[in-house]
């Protein structure tokens, strides 16, 4: 058992000046309940928090630490780099040096435009979108998120599904309009707005394997469907790659699952660490983008060198050396299977979601294909499970409405320990 007394001092200080005491609302453990564990450092497969606990780490940052933390040679080239400024706000060869390694690994990716985080990522790809086609609606699909800008948190997943938050204030209907949604995996859905907007319709986003419902793959066909219907109606399709970029292969999901998309958004891996986002696609769409074209995006800190030599760094140890994705694919596999063992005894039935290095445990009696069923899945049990498994030194999201996520720095001897420690979490007799 962990204490957690410092925590706990810190998280009351923290009420007082920061809102909810988190720089993001998930971190607060609102929907799990008790106190957020304030962490100190963090190395490999391990963090450490301010009272001196360990933890194995399967949020692993929310997913950029794919490497696991602190890694050697990206924390030594950030060191270097930041002696030579930590910001210019003027173009840097090291930015063409990032833009060619993205367009050398991702597919379809012809151009691309840094930003900071997978929200801007996402918030101007639509603005191209839409700026391209002189169309106004898109497509979304329920409990996928795409960052927190307006036009997306309509029916969003992560910590909106977290708190089951229905109508945000601020968030004006004038926007919301525009937004269109369909359930996960459902292309007749798709079809049948698509017919009722026709020719209105920018772009279809979607997480080609949603990550922030839990993990929900895409079903056979369903990812092939939407191109077709894109391509039929001259809609934009839009990966929203934030989770899956260079996690699922050096050329993310598009490459994995073989779809091509028209616009890909990147965040998390991509700045090994460091708050990084990008865009990119087809250079006939993405000339659009000022100056070249009109549609306007911006950013003092786009490009940064601090940051770019992080994610370059990091694309670049994926990049040569391409086992890392069979490795994490098997050690996720063992986690796998060692869960679906140890939870067998449970008392209550659960579903396992993987697909590469993410994965996510639902206690459901049905398939997890969307968010619905996401959301009847006995989340409450969930949050019994996540506390057990905190308390044995387990770092699990704080919300069955996010999906795991693996490292390469997790040895075999870590996920025993994690298979035992499941176990005996909902069992404690075991
Ligand atoms: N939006 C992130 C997960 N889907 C949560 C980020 C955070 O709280 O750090």
Same mark, same amino acid.
């Given at each position: 058992?962990?204490?957690?007394?410092?925590?706990?001092?810190?998280?009351?200080?923290?009420? +007082?000046?920061?809102?909810? /005491?988190?720089?993001?609302?998930? +971190?607060?453990?609102?929907? %799990?309940?008790?106190?957020?564990?304030?962490?100190?450092?963090?190395?490999?497969?391990?963090?450490?928090?301010?009272?001196?606990?360990?933890?194995?780490?399967?949020?692993?940052?929310?997913?950029?630490?794919?490497?696991?933390?602190?890694?050697?040679?990206?924390? @030594?080239?950030?060191?270097?780099?930041?002696?030579?400024?930590?910001?210019?706000?003027?173009?840097?060869?090291?930015?063409?040096?990032?833009?060619?390694?993205?367009?050398?690994?991702?597919?379809?990716?012809?151009?691309?435009?840094? &930003?900071?985080?997978?929200?801007?990522?996402?918030?101007?790809?639509?603005?191209?979108?839409?700026?391209?086609?002189?169309?106004?609606?898109?497509?979304?699909?329920?409990?996928?998120?795409?960052?927190?800008?307006?036009?997306?948190?309509?029916?969003?997943?992560?910590? &909106?599904?977290?708190?089951?938050?229905?109508?945000?204030?601020?968030?004006?209907?004038?926007?919301?309009?525009?937004?269109?949604?369909?359930?996960?995996?459902?292309?007749?859905?798709?079809?049948?707005?698509?017919?009722?907007?026709?020719?209105?319709?920018?772009?279809?986003?979607?997480?080609?394997?949603?990550?922030?419902?839990?993990?929900?793959?895409?079903?056979?066909?369903?990812?092939?469907?939407?191109?077709?219907?894109?391509?039929?109606? /001259?809609?934009?399709?839009?990966?929203?790659? %934030?989770?899956?970029?260079?996690?699922?292969?050096?050329?993310?999901?598009?490459? +994995?699952?073989? %779809?091509?998309?028209?616009?890909?958004?990147?965040? @998390?891996?991509? /700045?090994?660490?460091?708050?990084?986002?990008?865009?990119?696609?087809?250079?006939?769409?993405?000339?659009?983008?000022?100056?070249?074209?009109?549609?306007?995006?911006?950013?003092?800190?786009?490009?940064?060198?601090?940051?770019?030599?992080?994610?370059?760094?990091?694309?670049?140890?994926?990049?040569?050396?391409?086992?890392?994705?069979?490795?994490?694919?098997?050690?996720?596999?063992?986690?796998?299977?060692?869960?679906?063992?140890?939870?067998?005894?449970?008392?209550?039935?659960?579903?396992?979601?993987?697909?590469?290095?993410?994965?996510?445990?639902?206690?459901?009696?049905?398939?997890?294909?969307?968010?619905?069923?996401?959301?009847?899945?006995?989340?409450?049990?969930?949050?019994?499970?996540?506390?057990?498994?905190?308390?044995?030194?387990?770092?699990?999201?704080?919300?069955?409405?996010?999906?795991?996520?693996?490292?390469?720095?997790?040895?075999?001897?870590?996920?025993?320990?994690?298979?035992?420690?499941?176990?005996?979490?909902?069992?404690?007799? +075991?």
């Amino acid at each position: 058992m962990t204490t957690n007394t410092k925590s706990k001092e810190l998280f009351a200080r923290a009420q +007082r000046s920061i809102p909810g /005491g988190v720089n993001s609302p998930v +971190r607060a453990f609102k929907s %799990v309940g008790g106190t957020p564990i304030f962490m100190e450092r963090a190395r490999g497969a391990y963090m450490y928090d301010a009272d001196g606990n360990r933890y194995i780490d399967y949020i692993n940052s929310w997913g950029p630490m794919i490497l696991g933390h602190a890694y050697e040679p990206v924390v @030594k080239a950030v060191q270097e780099k930041a002696m030579q400024s930590t910001s210019f706000g003027a173009p840097t060869e090291l930015e063409i040096e990032m833009a060619e390694l993205i367009i050398s690994m991702a597919p379809n990716v012809d151009m691309v435009r840094m &930003v900071s985080s997978g929200t801007e990522a996402c918030m101007s790809a639509l603005r191209l979108a839409r700026g391209y086609t002189g169309r106004n609606k898109f497509i979304k699909f329920e409990g996928c998120y795409h960052g927190h800008a307006d036009a997306f948190l309509v029916k969003a997943g992560s910590g &909106v599904a977290t708190f089951n938050i229905q109508t945000i204030p601020g968030v004006t209907a004038g926007v919301s309009i525009d937004t269109l949604t369909a359930p996960y995996n459902d292309l007749e859905s798709v079809q049948k707005l698509v017919n009722e907007h026709s020719g209105t319709i920018a772009a279809i986003f979607v997480e080609p394997v949603a990550g922030n419902m839990g993990c929900i793959p895409p079903e056979p066909g369903f990812l092939e469907g939407l191109r077709k219907i894109c391509d039929q109606e /001259g809609i934009v399709l839009v990966f929203d790659e %934030v989770m899956t970029g260079f996690r699922l292969a050096p050329g993310g999901a598009q490459e +994995r699952l073989g %779809v091509n998309a028209d616009l890909v958004t990147y965040g @998390k891996v991509i /700045g090994g660490g460091l708050p990084v986002g990008a865009f990119g696609g087809k250079k006939e769409i993405m000339q659009h983008i000022a100056p070249l074209g009109n549609v306007y995006q911006a950013g003092t800190l786009s490009g940064n060198p601090i940051a770019m030599i992080a994610g370059y760094t990091m694309l670049k140890t994926l990049k040569d050396n391409p086992g890392i994705y069979k490795e994490l694919d098997e050690k996720t596999e063992y986690l796998h299977k060692g869960l679906e063992g140890a939870l067998s005894g449970c008392g209550s039935p659960f579903v396992i979601n993987r697909f590469g290095s993410m994965l996510s445990v639902h206690f459901s009696d049905k398939p997890v294909n969307n968010f619905a069923a996401a959301a009847s899945a006995n989340n409450n049990l969930f949050n019994q499970f996540f506390h057990a498994m905190l308390n044995s030194g387990i770092y699990l999201p704080p919300s069955a409405f996010e999906t795991w996520f693996i490292s390469a720095a997790l040895s075999k001897e870590d996920i025993d320990e994690t298979i035992e420690v499941a176990g005996k979490a909902l069992n404690p007799s +075991r």
